[in-house]
């Protein structure tokens, strides 16, 4: 009877539920003080690029070739994230369209800029799935067919181009909740993966990218060769209103630390670090005024010594053709200080 008894203490339910919920707090609390402790130690050569989108310099109504060239000229970038949006490549169904993306290409080839181009439906910008018209009426088996075509004829055409250093493929896809787009396929995400490193004869790096606060890094990081995390430090939520992450440098390295233990990825960089306003409303739709509330001159500084304190070495910065915009505008603080980036 004693036996029993005991045997009845040990495996009482609500024991067993308090010694898991314990177990829990315990290892949660222990991935909070490796995670948000400590620091890095900043990366001695530290690199900056850019990513530039052709449709959202027109849709903020500037001429996006002569702030491409003055991205390229004026503040001498030589790391680019180019985009190769579906919308752009293909406005006819069976008819593609290189012209502005090569131009692009071309001109980065002139002066020796690497470029990273980023391929697929869902893209950088919003409102990130930039499918074309025609295609919006097909079914979903005949959409996915139609953006691996659409794969197959951007990969070939670039395919010898020594400028692209690597693709991107998909644009944080396992972000969800995020977007006009529809729900993840992983399965179809993993035939244009397959499909692009078929094609991709002059071994470019293939990068898989995910949220830096918001997604997991292991299921892109199995994806690719590369993975190319966000660095948002302040943004809007339309259920908290505007956030300002309270998360170190330091979380940065440590997770990049954790997912390179995990799988094979050969780095880790900031694909997007941000350096424009999120505001409630878009950009051209915001007072200068609430822009200031979450990126200004000071801001824009704390930005990249935030960045380097994480100790990764590759930083895109998202915001290019905002700066262009105010320097157009007479203000050129921010253009002048990320200037110093390439100098």
């Not at 949006?85 to 069976?94: A, F, L, R, V």
């Amino acid at each position: 009877m004693e036996e029993r008894k005991l045997f009845k203490d040990i495996f009482n339910p609500l024991r067993i539920l308090l010694i898991t919920i314990l177990l829990i707090v315990i290892l949660l609390a222990g991935v909070f003080v490796y995670l948000f402790t400590g620091e890095a130690v900043p990366a001695e050569n530290a690199v900056f690029g850019v990513t530039f989108s052709q449709k959202f310099a027109e849709e903020m109504g500037l001429d996006w070739q002569a702030a491409y060239l003055d991205i390229l000229d004026g503040l001498g970038v030589k790391k680019l994230r180019l985009v190769a949006y579906w919308d752009k490549i293909e406005p006819s169904q069976g008819e593609y369209f290189f012209d502005d993306l090569d131009w692009q290409i071309a001109r980065a080839e002139e002066r020796d800029a690497d470029v990273i181009l980023v391929v697929g439906r869902k893209v950088p910008r919003w409102p990130e799935c930039h499918s074309p018209e025609w295609a919006d009426n097909l079914m979903v088996s005949e959409q996915q067919e139609r953006i691996l075509l659409m794969l197959e004829e951007i990969v070939n055409h670039y395919s010898e181009s020594e400028t692209i250093k690597a693709w991107q493929v998909e644009n944080e896809p396992f972000l969800r909740g995020f977007g006009e787009c529809p729900p993840l396929d992983k399965q179809f995400l993993d035939k244009e993966v397959a499909l692009v490193r078929e094609l991709n004869i002059s071994g470019k790096t293939i990068i898989m990218t995910a949220s830096g606060e918001l997604s997991s890094w292991i299921q892109p990081a199995l994806r690719g060769d590369v993975l190319g995390t966000t660095l948002y430090r302040n943004v809007w939520s339309d259920t908290f209103g505007r956030v300002e992450y309270p998360i170190p440098p330091v979380f940065y390295k440590k997770r990049a630390d954790f997912v390179r233990f995990f799988t094979e990825i050969e780095r880790v960089i900031v694909i997007e670090l941000q350096a424009e306003p999120w505001s409630q409303t878009s950009i051209q739709e915001t007072s200068a005024e609430e822009q200031a509330k979450s990126m200004d001159l000071e801001k824009f500084k704390d930005v990249i010594e935030y960045a380097r304190q994480t100790g990764l070495d590759e930083f895109y910065l998202w915001g290019v053709e905002w700066w262009y915009q105010k320097k157009e505008q007479g203000n050129n603080a921010i253009w002048a200080e990320a200037k110093k980036l390439w100098e």
